[in-house]
């Protein structure tokens, strides 16, 4: 069986698709499509043809080019049965610990709320490989448009305790942004002033900061931190509710001008 081999499109301003091989078969997915053009030019660089499209929520820059995909390639378009309404094209909808096959290959569906109110997340354990679209991002998390920071904390924690080698394949390049908030919340954080560092020699380098992995994720995110007691410090709610600690730090976040 053969694991996924995952390459990165940049599209628009700062976006990351994702495109999914597995070589067994041939099976190719594209996850949540901004464009069709660059989608279009990666697989003929790469001598493929597109038979899926994974959608994670419906906004226009995860799905803006599953029409035109659709129609080039023939492709099947996967995506929240909670959303389907909002899904350009969508054939098959999924939900919560629904899979989804890529050839070999095996993803469990994650019904995820907040950044919007169908979000959901596929997890191919065999390939280490989150596509989590704007829930989990490196050092972040997506803004609650269309849920609550209960629901944003719910499905967060679906995801900590993922293996370690989990790479997080979020949908933006948001990392030194990001960055730069987590050390207001968590200054005390060696694990993070680190990553902090790192990331911010590889923006100047003009080089990617995604995928990250879990481990890192859970050392340096602020908003899978809440239980922990340096963070609550910093935000003077020692000993508060998770989500309520969640809850501040997204509102901070959302106040933050980097």
């Given at each position: 069986m053969a694991r996924l081999k995952i390459h990165r499109i940049p599209a628009r301003k700062d976006n990351y698709l994702w495109l999914a091989h597995e070589p067994d078969t041939d099976t190719v997915a594209i996850v949540d499509p901004a464009d069709a053009e660059p989608v279009i030019a990666k697989c003929e660089e790469l001598g493929l043809s597109l038979t899926h499209i994974l959608n994670t929520h419906h906004h226009g820059d995860h799905t803006g080019g599953n029409l035109a995909l659709k129609e080039y390639f023939d492709c099947v378009i996967i995506g929240p049965a909670a959303d389907r309404d909002r899904i350009p094209g969508i054939d098959i909808p999924v939900g919560e610990d629904d899979t989804v096959a890529l050839g070999t290959e095996t993803g469990r569906v994650f019904d995820v709320p907040g950044h919007t109110r169908g979000h959901i997340a596929y997890w191919f354990a065999s390939s280490d490989a989150l596509f989590c679209g704007d829930t989990l991002f490196a050092?972040?998390?997506g803004r609650l448009f269309e849920g609550t920071p209960a629901q944003m904390w719910d499905s967060l924690s679906k995801f900590a305790d993922l293996p370690d080698e989990t790479r997080v394949y979020c949908a933006h390049e948001?990392?030194?942004a990001n960055a730069r908030f987590a050390l207001t919340v968590d200054p005390d954080n060696a694990a993070l002033k680190k990553r902090a560092a790192a990331?911010?020699?590889?923006?100047?380098a003009g080089k990617a900061t995604v995928p990250s992995t879990m481990e890192d994720e859970r050392a340096t995110n602020p908003f899978l931190r809440a239980e922990e007691p340096g963070l609550q410090e910093a935000l003077g709610l020692v000993g508060a509710d998770a989500v309520a600690v969640?809850?501040?730090?997204?509102?901070?976040?959302?106040?933050f001008k980097a």
């Amino acid at each position: 069986m053969a694991r996924l081999k995952i390459h990165r499109i940049p599209a628009r301003k700062d976006n990351y698709l994702w495109l999914a091989h597995e070589p067994d078969t041939d099976t190719v997915a594209i996850v949540d499509p901004a464009d069709a053009e660059p989608v279009i030019a990666k697989c003929e660089e790469l001598g493929l043809s597109l038979t899926h499209i994974l959608n994670t929520h419906h906004h226009g820059d995860h799905t803006g080019g599953n029409l035109a995909l659709k129609e080039y390639f023939d492709c099947v378009i996967i995506g929240p049965a909670a959303d389907r309404d909002r899904i350009p094209g969508i054939d098959i909808p999924v939900g919560e610990d629904d899979t989804v096959a890529l050839g070999t290959e095996t993803g469990r569906v994650f019904d995820v709320p907040g950044h919007t109110r169908g979000h959901i997340a596929y997890w191919f354990a065999s390939s280490d490989a989150l596509f989590c679209g704007d829930t989990l991002f490196a050092m972040g998390c997506g803004r609650l448009f269309e849920g609550t920071p209960a629901q944003m904390w719910d499905s967060l924690s679906k995801f900590a305790d993922l293996p370690d080698e989990t790479r997080v394949y979020c949908a933006h390049e948001y990392t030194e942004a990001n960055a730069r908030f987590a050390l207001t919340v968590d200054p005390d954080n060696a694990a993070l002033k680190k990553r902090a560092a790192a990331v911010s020699r590889l923006r100047a380098a003009g080089k990617a900061t995604v995928p990250s992995t879990m481990e890192d994720e859970r050392a340096t995110n602020p908003f899978l931190r809440a239980e922990e007691p340096g963070l609550q410090e910093a935000l003077g709610l020692v000993g508060a509710d998770a989500v309520a600690v969640f809850a501040e730090t997204r509102l901070r976040k959302d106040n933050f001008k980097a």
